[in-house]
Every structure is written in structure tokens, then in C-alpha cells.
Antibody, heavy 122, light 107 residues
Framework: QVTLKESGPVLVKPAQTLTLTCSVS??????????LSWIRQPPGKALEWLAR???????FYRPSLRTRLSISKGTSKNQVVLTMTNMDPVDTGTYYC??????????????WGQGTLVTVSS | DIQMTQSPSSLSASVGDRVTITCRAS??????LNWYQQKPGKAPKLLIY???SLQSGVPSRFSGSGSRTEFTLTISSLQPEDFAVYYC?????????FGPGTKVEIK
């Protein structure tokens, strides 16, 4: 069974750096074709894709947040870490990690982690 | 930047109704369009991928169609558990843009 679980701080102060970890089970991050993304959702708003890392360590970022984001595989072989610098209250929201499935030229997010709510406030 | 729009933004319907949600892309995305269902406090759940392929385990009352810039999600007979927010998402461009969502409420 494939599962993903996000972890990290509940509260961060403005200007601080957020570090989130996605722990996965049921698949390997190093398996050819594996792709994992981070997606966030401000309260009451729509979903917003943030970053992606592939099995070969190729990385992709949301252009508008590229200078603030970093995605990497964690020291544990089944973890992916997202860091976001210079946090602002508008970054408040639920942060999800999701596996990206890919087949016949199409891709989609499935499954998703349960999400972790991050509040940015002094 | 590719933009995704959905209509309506919300709708009220009764159990048993046929419901159709439309998603439009600002540029052609071929059939690279996915649909998700999200219930309050829960993570999104994949319903349809590649515009019209039903995800395993999803009831057959859900169906998707369309290509290029216009897509639809249809629920053939609305059930009580279908009241939720529905999002479309393009996967043609690496920005993986989501639509703003359509809230399906009980009439």
C-alpha cells in the first residue's frame, strides 16, 4: 500500500524558513519513473503546485516561487524535503505531498498525503 | 502562463440529479486534464485522469470528456457522498495548474 505523510512545524514566524518532510512507504523514491510533488492550499482557496523531484534527482519549481523553494531527497531513503525561505502570512495553508503517476504521456497526482497545516504568524 | 477556469463556481443539486462541471484551459493541453474531489478537511482524491480515464475504485457515475481547451466532468446521478469541491488540473505544462474549484452543495 502506497502512503505519504507530511510533517513539519505548525507555526512559523514571518521571514523564517519552513522545512517540511514527506515520508513515503510502499514505493521507492529511487525507482525509475518515480516523481513526487508538493502542493499547497491556502485556507478556503484553490490548490497550487509548488515543486517536483524525480527519481533521477531532476527538479522543477513553480516559477513565481523558484527563488524561495528547494526540494530534495532526505537523508532517509524514503523522504523528500521541501524548504521555503522568507515565509510570509500569505504562505499560510495546508501543504500536501503527492506522488505523480505517469503513463502514455499523461501524468496525475495520486495518492496524496493527508496534508499538514502551516500558519505563518508572529 | 496557462490559466484554468471552471464553471460554475458553485451549484446546488439534489440527490439523483445529473451534474456537469466545465473546465477550460487558456491554451491547448491535449487530453492532459485531471479531475479531483475534495471533501472538507481531507486531501484531494483523483477521480479522472487523462481527460476521460476513470481512476480505479471510483464509481462509474463519474465520467470525463473533452480535449484541447474544453473539458467536462459529469456525475450521472448525484449521491449524498458526492457533495464536495471538484478541481480540474492540467498536466501538459510543468506548472501543473489547478482550476479554482466547483463546490457542489445539497439543494
Amino acid at each position: 500500500q502506497v502512503t505519504l505523510k507530511e510533517s513539519g512545524p505548525v507555526l512559523v514566524k514571518p521571514a523564517q524558513t519552513l522545512t517540511l518532510t514527506c515520508s513515503v512507504s510502499g514505493f521507492s523514491l529511487n525507482t525509475t519513473g518515480m516523481r513526487l510533488s508538493w502542493i499547497r492550499q491556502p485556507p478556503g482557496k484553490a490548490l497550487e503546485w509548488l515543486a517536483r523531484i524525480d527519481w533521477d534527482d531532476e527538479k522543477f519549481y513553480r516559477p513565481s516561487l523558484r527563488t524561495r523553494l528547494s526540494i530534495s531527497k532526505g537523508t532517509s531513503k524514503n523522504q523528500v524535503v521541501l524548504t521555503m525561505t522568507n515565509m510570509d502570512p500569505v504562505d499560510t495553508g495546508t501543504y500536501y505531498c503527492a506522488r505523480m503517476e505517469y503513463n502514455r504521456g499523461y501524468s496525475w497526482f495520486d495518492p496524496w498525503g493527508q496534508g499538514t497545516l502551516v500558519t505563518v504568524s508572529s | 502562463d496557462i490559466q484554468m477556469t471552471q464553471s460554475p463556481s458553485s451549484l446546488s443539486a439534489s440527490v439523483g440529479d445529473r451534474v456537469t462541471i466545465t473546465c477550460r484551459a487558456s491554451q491547448s493541453i491535449s487530453s492532459s486534464l485531471n479531475w479531483y474531489q475534495q471533501k472538507p478537511g481531507k486531501a484531494p482524491k483523483l477521480l479522472i485522469y487523462a481527460a476521460s480515464s476513470l481512476q480505479s475504485g471510483v464509481p462509474s457515475r463519474f465520467s470525463g470528456s473533452g480535449s484541447r481547451t474544453e473539458f467536462t466532468l459529469t456525475i450521472s446521478s448525484l449521491q449524498p457522498e458526492d457533495f464536495a469541491v471538484y478541481y480540474c488540473q492540467q498536466s501538459y505544462y510543468t506548472s501543473f495548474t489547478f482550476g479554482p474549484g466547483t463546490k457542489v452543495e445539497i439543494k
